[in-house]
C-alpha cells in the first residue's frame, strides 16, 4: 500500500495543556483508518492539525509527498483533504443544493458553476437527498443535516476524507444506512479517516485502528489486535479493571 | 425573481435620470444627494450585507476620496484623473487594510472600522501643507457653462453616472463567485474556509469594493461644493446613515439600500425643514419605529402583502 500521508512527531499545545504530543502516523491510500480514543484525547484537534485549522506546534504533516504543515484550511480543501465536523455546519439560508454546489465550486479550481451544480446533484443522489435538494439547509432533521455534511465532502473531490462522529446522534437504521454510505466512498477509492465512538462500526468498516489517549498514540493495528491491547482497555477502562482483565485471562 | 428586482432597480434609477429635463437647482441638489446616500448604502451592502462584516468605515473612505480627490483638483488635475486616483487609492488601502481589520469579528470589527476614520482625520488635520488642515481646502471653480442651474446638472449626473457604475458593480458581485463566496463567509465562515473558500482575500475585496465607490462619490462631493474640510467629510453621521439606509430597505438587498436610500432621505428632508431644533432627534424616532414595525425593511413589504393575502 502506498503512502498516502505521514505525520511526524505532531505536536499541539494550548497553554499549559499538551493536546497532542509527537503523534507519528502514516496513513496508505485507499485505507479505511478507525481513529478511537476516549473523550478529550485530541481526536478532533488532530484533524484541525492535519486540515490547518490549528497550527502545529511541532512536528510535520506530509500529504502526496509535499509538506503541508503550515496550509490554511482553504488550501488543504483544495488540494484534496476533506472532513465533515462533529457538530454539523450547514449554509443554514443556502438551499441543500446550494450548499454542496459551494463545496463543489471553492474546492475544486477552474470549476464553473454549472458544472458545480451538476455534480452537486450526483452527490445529492449518492447520499439520499436529492429530493431535498430546493430546500433551506435549516429545514433538514440531524440525520439529514450529517448526509448533507457527507455531501459536502464528497463535492470536493477528496482523497483523503475525515469523517468526525458522523454517526453521532443517529438511531441504529440511520447509522446502517451511513456504515453502508462509507463503505461506499471507500469502495470509490478514497481513504477514510473515521473517527467514531460507536465500535460496533470501527470494528466493522475499519481495517486498521490507532488509538490516542492524551495527545499520544497508544496503539496501532488491526481491529482485533487493538482491542486486546493492554494500553486501550486501560485507558478506556482505569487501570484496575485492566489488571483484573489481564490477571483473568 | 431576483431578476425582476434587479430590472426594478435598475428602472427606478435611470427614471431617476430624467431629473434635469423637468427640476430647478433644488430638486438636482437634492436629487445629487439621494445619489450620493444610494452609492454609500449599496457600497456598504456589500460589506455589511453580503459578508456580515457591520463596517462604521463609510465616513473614512468618503473623507478619503473627498481629500484625496480634492487635492489633486485643486492643483488643476481633471476630474476623471481625480476620480481614479481617489477610487484606487481606497481599493488598494481597504485590501491592506481588510486584512488585518477583518480577522475581528462582529463588534471589535465595528469599533476597530469607526477607528479608521478618526485616525485619516487627524491625518488630514496634521497634514496642514497638503490638505489645508483645519482651515480646510478650497477647489477652484472648473470652468463651467450654463450658470447654477448648468453646474448643478452636470453635478447631479456625474452622481447619478457614479450609482449606476456601483450598482452595475455590485449586482454583478451578488451574482459571481465572490459573491456566493461571501454568502458562505456570512453563514458560517469556518466552514466556508473548509470547502475552500479563501475567506481573507474575498472579505478584503468585499471591504475594497465598499469603499471605492463611495470615495469616489467623495470626490465628486468636494468637486460639487468647492470646499471642504476633516469634520464636514469624516462626519462620523456618513458612517451611521449608509447603516440605517440599508436596514430601512432590508439587510444584504440592493434594491432595499437604494430604496432605503431614497426614503431616508426624504423622511431628513421633511424633518429638517419643519423640526430644525429637534430634527435630530425626531428623525431618530422615526427611525426606531420604521425598524421596529418593518424589522426586514421596505422590500419585506411587498412579501407581506403576499402572505397576508393567501389562505393561512
Known amino acids: 500500500m502506498t503512502e498516502l500521508m505521514k505525520l511526524d512527531a505532531v505536536s499541539r499545545r494550548f497553554g499549559g495543556l499538551q493536546a497532542l504530543q509527537d503523534v507519528s502516523l502514516t496513513i496508505g491510500r485507499g485505507e479505511v483508518l478507525g481513529l478511537i480514543g476516549p473523550n478529550g484525547a485530541g481526536k478532533t484537534t488532530l484533524v484541525n492539525v492535519i486540515t490547518g485549522v490549528h497550527r502545529a506546534s511541532g512536528g510535520t504533516v506530509i500529504f502526496e509527498g509535499r509538506d503541508i504543515t503550515r496550509l490554511r484550511p482553504y488550501q488543504t480543501a483544495r488540494i484534496g483533504i476533506a472532513r465533515t465536523f462533529q457538530v454539523v455546519q450547514p449554509f443554514p439560508e443556502l438551499s441543500v443544493l446550494d450548499n454542496v454546489s459551494a463545496a463543489a465550486l471553492f474546492s475544486n479550481t477552474g470549476v464553473g458553476v454549472r458544472e458545480a451544480t451538476r455534480f452537486a446533484r450526483e452527490q445529492l443522489q449518492f447520499v439520499g437527498l436529492a429530493a431535498m435538494a430546493d430546500k433551506p439547509a435549516s429545514s433538514l432533521t440531524l440525520a439529514m443535516r450529517k448526509r448533507l455534511e457527507l455531501a459536502k465532502a464528497l463535492a470536493m473531490k477528496p482523497k483523503l476524507l475525515f469523517l468526525d462522529e458522523v454517526n453521532a446522534g443517529l438511531n441504529s437504521a440511520e447509522v446502517e444506512q451511513a456504515m453502508n454510505l462509507i463503505r461506499q466512498i471507500a469502495g470509490g477509492g478514497v481513504t477514510i479517516v473515521l473517527i467514531e465512538h460507536l465500535m460496533k462500526v470501527v470494528m466493522s468498516v475499519c481495517s486498521r485502528i490507532v488509538v490516542l489517549h492524551n495527545g499520544a498514540l497508544i496503539a496501532d493495528g488491526t481491529p482485533s489486535e487493538v482491542v486486546a491491547d493492554h494500553h486501550v482497555v486501560e485507558a478506556y477502562l482505569g487501570k484496575k479493571y485492566a489488571q483484573t482483565a489481564t490477571a483473568g485471562a | ?312
Open chain 2, 1 to 312: 425573481m431576483k431578476l425582476g428586482r434587479d430590472l426594478l432597480l435598475f428602472g427606478l434609477v435611470l427614471l431617476l435620470g430624467t431629473l434635469p429635463f423637468f427640476g430647478e437647482a433644488y430638486t438636482l441638489r437634492l436629487g445629487t444627494f439621494a445619489c450620493m446616500y444610494a452609492i454609500m448604502a449599496v457600497s456598504w451592502n456589500v460589506i455589511g450585507g453580503l459578508a456580515g462584516y457591520p463596517s462604521f468605515a463609510t465616513a473614512a473612505f468618503f473623507g478619503l476620496g473627498a481629500y484625496a480627490g480634492g487635492v489633486l483638483l485643486a492643483k488643476g488635475a481633471a476630474l476623471l484623473l481625480a476620480l481614479a486616483f481617489a477610487g484606487a487609492l481606497a481599493f488598494g488601502g481597504a485590501m491592506l487594510l481588510g486584512a488585518v481589520l477583518l480577522r475581528l469579528r462582529g463588534h471589535y470589527f465595528a469599533i476597530a472600522s469607526l477607528a479608521v476614520g478618526e485616525v485619516l482625520r487627524e491625518l488630514t488635520n496634521t497634514a496642514t501643507n497638503l490638505t489645508g488642515g483645519g482651515m480646510g481646502l478650497n477647489i477652484p471653480l472648473g470652468a463651467m457653462t450654463g450658470g447654477i442651474l448648468g453646474e448643478a446638472t452636470f453635478h447631479f449626473l456625474a452622481m447619478w453616472g457614479l450609482l449606476l457604475l456601483a450598482l452595475a458593480v455590485v449586482v454583478w458581485i451578488e451574482r459571481s463567485k465572490l459573491g456566493f463566496g461571501l454568502a458562505c463567509i456570512r453563514q458560517n465562515e469556518s466552514a466556508a474556509d473548509m470547502i475552500g473558500v479563501n475567506a481573507t482575500l474575498y472579505k478584503s475585496l468585499a471591504f475594497a469594493f465598499s469603499g471605492v465607490f463611495v470615495a469616489m462619490a467623495g470626490t465628486l462631493y468636494a468637486a460639487w461644493v468647492h470646499y471642504i474640510e476633516p469634520p464636514d467629510v469624516y462626519d462620523i453621521l456618513f458612517a451611521v446613515k449608509p447603516i440605517v439606509m440599508a436596514l430601512l430597505g432590508g439587510l444584504g438587498s440592493t434594491v432595499g439600500a437604494v430604496l432605503g436610500a431614497f426614503v431616508f432621505l426624504g423622511i431628513e428632508e421633511v424633518v429638517w425643514r419643519n423640526y430644525l431644533q429637534v430634527h435630530t432627534g425626531v428623525l431618530g424616532f422615526l427611525v426606531v419605529v420604521l425598524l421596529l414595525f418593518l424589522p426586514h425593511g421596505l422590500v419585506s413589504i411587498g412579501r407581506r402583502l403576499r402572505t397576508g393575502r393567501a389562505p393561512a
